[in-house]
């Protein structure tokens, strides 16, 4: 009973420095999401994927990249983090347009 | 204005009152809304979903949608102190079929 798993669950980068977010789901949902989330911000969407091979923006895309490498998995990269990047990451996953399962999040902190 | 707009609270109840949460969004042809819970430090977990105009109710948890003022509400009856967490409302926006847009979350505080 994975469900969404995320990985790293903690991360410490320096100003400049590249990173993955890994995220794997095993319940053959077509859509999967990436959200930050910032104190009483709530989860604000950074891209998301409606089926593999797809990929759209979200609402803070900048700064980010993403790839579906398959139906399981979706990446998030950091090409050059920046202290506004500190944050909580969640990945999320679903099948139509019914309810998103949350990985454990990720977080981040950028110096 | 934003898509998905909620009031961040905090809103404080005592043990047993019922507690009701507010969400408005700006498009009017959405279709799939939703209410998770989120304990501090965890990851959001659903509550209710809700499709159609009425009311649904699951236990202790009522939702309810008025698509015409474009609003959905959470009431939580008999509250308890382990209901303390912040309530997030999404919502499907018509711009993107796949997309799902959270509120900014409304933290409740129930109080012995």
């Known amino acids: 009973n994975a469900g969404v798993t995320q990985t790293p669950k903690f991360q410490v980068l320096k100003t400049g420095q590249s990173m993955t977010l890994q995220c794997a789901q095993d319940m053959n949902h077509n859509s999967m999401y990436w959200y930050r989330q910032d104190p009483g911000m709530g989860l604000r969407l950074i891209y998301y994927s409606a089926s593999e091979g797809t990929t759209d923006k979200g609402e803070v895309p900048n700064g980010y990249n993403v790839s579906r490498l398959n139906k399981r998995e979706f990446s998030l990269r950091l090409e050059s983090a920046a202290p506004s990047q500190t944050s909580v990451y969640f990945c999320?996953?679903?099948?139509?347009?019914?309810?998103?399962?949350f990985g454990q999040g990720t977080r981040l902190t950028v110096v | 204005q934003k898509e998905v707009e909620q009031n961040s609270g905090p809103l404080s109840v005592p043990e047993g009152a019922i507690a009701s949460l507010n969400c408005t969004y700006s498009?009017?042809?959405?279709?799939?809304f939703f209410w998770y819970r989120q304990y501090s430090g965890k990851s959001p977990e659903l509550i209710m979903s809700i499709y159609s105009n009425g009311d649904k109710e699951d236990g202790r948890f009522t939702a309810q949608l008025n698509k015409a003022s474009q609003y959905v509400s959470l009431l939580i009856r008999d509250s308890q102190p382990s209901d303390s967490a912040t309530y997030l409302c999404a919502v499907n926006p018509s711009s993107g079929y796949n997309k799902l847009i959270f509120g900014a979350g409304t933290r409740l505080a129930v109080h012995p």
């Open positions: 999320a996953s679903r099948q139509a347009a019914t309810e998103a399962f």
């Open positions: 498009d009017r042809v959405s279709q799939s």
